[in-house]
Structure formats: structure tokens, C-alpha cells
């Protein structure tokens, strides 16, 4: 996911839950009803709360189901925002004498046949994994379809050099 593009909603007041509207892994809009609570409040009847979306996205996380009490310390709801991607490659130090910011990067995904994304290096990492002997190397990537979710693989291809004026042709064509 994208930094900062996951929000969790929770209740400032106690309670319990009365009515769950959000649904694991449906669309939300912003300010779309996720969840009403009863207050703890004296009243008659009770004072409720109806707990909106605060962002765009996907509901990732349901942790509240009608009936259940409610403390504002509980995340109820988490909710993603997919329309930018943070896509992560992990490239052989070998290669790292190559690697810097704003290259340009051309990804695919085997969830989508067919699919490209451009885009460039955000960042080259700090620390190499000693364990793979990889360096992450991290692009941003426009999601307008939705199509590509956290968790899914991809292939990158990273440009360290061009050459103007140059014809190439692909392997398999010759």
C-alpha cells in the first residue's frame, strides 16, 4: 500500500455496536456510513453515533460485529486507499552501482496479462538484506483500474541506460 493512504476508524465514545454496514473487502467513498454505536450515555432512547469513511478505499480490516462493545482505544474498521501503489522490487546487489532515484521503471503483474505500468525508482534502499543479498528498490504506480492490490507479484523492468538513435530488437525475434 501506498504510505499514508490507510486509515482505521474507531468510536471516541463507548458503547456498542447496533448496525455494521461495512463489508470486508467492498468499495467505500468517503463519508459513506461504516458503523452505528449505541452510547453508553444515559438516554431515551440512547444516543447513537454513526462512524463514517474518512477516506476512499477498500474496508481491509473488520474487527466489530453487531452487538459487540465498543472502547475508542478499538480500531473497528481499516480502510485502504488503492488508487496509488507502493510496488517493491528487490534487486541483486550486483546490480546497485546502477540503481538511483527517477529512473525509468516499466512494471507488469501476472494477475494482468497484457498490463504495463511506467514508472520511475522512488527510492533505492538504505540496507542491503543480507540474508537474499537484495536491495529494495521502490516505485510509486498510478492504479486507476484498481487492478494491482498489495501482496501481488510483479516484474520489473528498471532503464539504467539509454542509447538516442539506437534500433533494438527483442531476443525472441531474432
Same mark, same amino acid.
Given at each position: 500500500?501506498?504510505? &499514508?493512504?490507510?486509515?482505521?476508524?474507531?468510536?471516541?465514545?463507548?458503547?456498542?455496536?447496533?448496525?455494521?454496514? =461495512?463489508? $470486508?473487502?467492498?468499495?467505500?467513498?468517503? +463519508?459513506? $456510513?461504516?458503523?452505528?454505536?449505541?452510547?453508553?450515555?444515559?438516554?431515551?432512547?440512547?444516543?447513537?453515533?454513526?462512524?463514517?469513511? $474518512?477516506?476512499?478505499?477498500?474496508?481491509?480490516?473488520?474487527?466489530?460485529?453487531? &452487538?459487540?462493545?465498543?472502547?475508542?482505544? %478499538? /480500531?473497528?474498521?481499516?480502510?485502504?486507499? !488503492?488508487?496509488?501503489?507502493? =510496488? @517493491?522490487?528487490?534487486?541483486?546487489?550486483?546490480? /546497485?552501482? #546502477?540503481?538511483?532515484? +527517477?529512473? %525509468?521503471? #516499466? *512494471?507488469?503483474? $501476472?494477475?494482468?496479462? &497484457?498490463? *504495463?505500468?511506467?514508472?520511475? @525508482?522512488?527510492?533505492?534502499?538504505?540496507?542491503?538484506?543480507? /540474508?537474499? +543479498?537484495?536491495?529494495? @528498490?521502490?516505485?510509486?504506480?498510478?492504479?486507476?483500474? !484498481?487492478?494491482? #492490490?498489495?501482496?501481488?507479484? =510483479?516484474?520489473?523492468?528498471?532503464?539504467?541506460?539509454?542509447?538516442? &538513435?539506437? *534500433?533494438?530488437?527483442? %531476443?525472441? =525475434?531474432?
Amino acid at each position: 500500500a501506498f504510505p &499514508g493512504k490507510r486509515q482505521s476508524v474507531s468510536s471516541r465514545i463507548a458503547g456498542r455496536a447496533i448496525r455494521v454496514l =461495512a463489508l $470486508p473487502d467492498h468499495e467505500v467513498k468517503a +463519508g459513506d $456510513p461504516l458503523v452505528v454505536v449505541e452510547s453508553r450515555q444515559p438516554g431515551e432512547p440512547p444516543p447513537q453515533v454513526t462512524l463514517v469513511a $474518512p477516506i476512499s478505499g477498500f474496508v481491509v480490516d473488520l474487527a466489530v460485529a453487531p &452487538g459487540d462493545p465498543v472502547s475508542p482505544d %478499538k /480500531a473497528l474498521v481499516g480502510i485502504l486507499d !488503492l488508487s496509488r501503489v507502493h =510496488a @517493491v522490487a528487490h534487486v541483486p546487489e550486483h546490480h /546497485a552501482s #546502477r540503481l538511483r532515484r +527517477g529512473l %525509468k521503471v #516499466r *512494471m507488469t503483474s $501476472p494477475g494482468w496479462p &497484457g498490463e *504495463m505500468w511506467e514508472t520511475e @525508482v522512488a527510492h533505492v534502499g538504505a540496507v542491503a538484506d543480507p /540474508a537474499t +543479498g537484495t536491495l529494495e @528498490v521502490a516505485c510509486y504506480v498510478d492504479n486507476e483500474g !484498481l487492478w494491482l #492490490r498489495p501482496g501481488m507479484r =510483479a516484474e520489473f523492468d528498471v532503464v539504467t541506460r539509454t542509447r538516442p &538513435g539506437l *534500433m533494438s530488437v527483442p %531476443k525472441a =525475434a531474432v
